[in-house]
T-cell receptor, first 108, second 114 residues
Framework: KNEVEQSPQNLTAQEGEFITINCSYS?????LHWLQQHPGGGIVSLFM???GKKKHGRLIATINIQEKHSSLHITASHPRDSAVYIC??????????FGQGTRLTINP | DAGVIQSPRHEVTEMGQEVTLRCKPI?????LFWYRQTMMRGLELLIY????????DSGMPEDRFSAKMPNASFSTLKIQPSEPRDSAVYFC????????????FGPGTRLTVL
């Protein structure tokens, strides 16, 4: 079993829909990252969380340490949000462990 | 700041050749990371440095891979000899002070080994 599991693997939605991407992990962590990889390949760090919730524009990330679960939400989704979203966790002082990513497609 | 700079952006080489990938981190960042991304395995951390010192190289696949950071503004990842299975996108990232801080990724180098 992978240490980091993301769901769904693929998600297609219509513009304007509310999007939720989930990340579950099996180890204790010191931090969790959400990354966005654009169709052109570039990677952007969206959030780094160790507890609670963070918001940036239409993006919201939450984490529940007890349940070992994080969610990334996108409100009022737009075709430019189409990308692969990657969850990565940091087990203590160890190196980052990555999920396989969720491919999101937003149709106009 | 220009962000993390990687060169070359694309590299096509023949099996057996030496490949050197280069990275310039964001000025003032103490941590530098090298990642590899393939369709099969996703993103993998190869090695990371703190203040130019390699901290964890357990992700380096084998002895053909080596990484150096001679100063705070430059790092290299070398593959010698290269093999077709090394074909991947190699990303460099840097972060400010703690390894849990937000990492800023470079554009990546797409390596194809024929």
């Amino acid at each position: 079993k992978n240490e980091v599991e993301q769901s769904p693997q693929n998600l297609t939605a219509q513009e304007g829909e509310f999007i939720t991407i989930n990340c579950s992990y099996s180890v204790g962590i010191s931090a969790l990252h959400w990354l966005q990889q654009h169709p052109g390949g570039g990677i952007v760090s969206l959030f780094m969380l160790s507890s609670g919730k963070k918001k940036h524009g239409r993006l919201i990330a939450t984490i529940n340490i007890q349940e070992k679960h994080s969610s990334l939400h996108i409100t009022a989704s737009h075709p430019r949000d189409s990308a692969v979203y990657i969850c990565a966790v940091k087990p203590g002082a160890q190196k980052l462990v990555f999920g396989q990513g969720t491919r999101l497609t937003i149709n106009p | 700041d220009a962000g993390v700079i990687q060169s070359p952006r694309h590299e096509v080489t023949e099996m057996g050749q030496e490949v050197t990938l280069r990275c310039k981190p964001i000025s003032g960042h103490d941590y530098l990371f090298w990642y590899r991304q393939t369709m099969m395995r996703g993103l993998e951390l190869l090695i990371y440095f703190n203040n130019n010192v390699p901290i964890d190289d357990s992700g380096m696949p084998e002895d053909r891979f080596s990484a150096k950071m001679p100063n705070a503004s430059f790092s290299t990842l070398k593959i010698q000899p290269s093999e077709p299975r090394d074909s991947a996108v190699y990303f460099c990232a840097s972060s400010m002070t703690r390894s849990t801080d937000t990492q800023y990724f470079g554009p990546g180098t797409r390596l194809t080994v024929l």
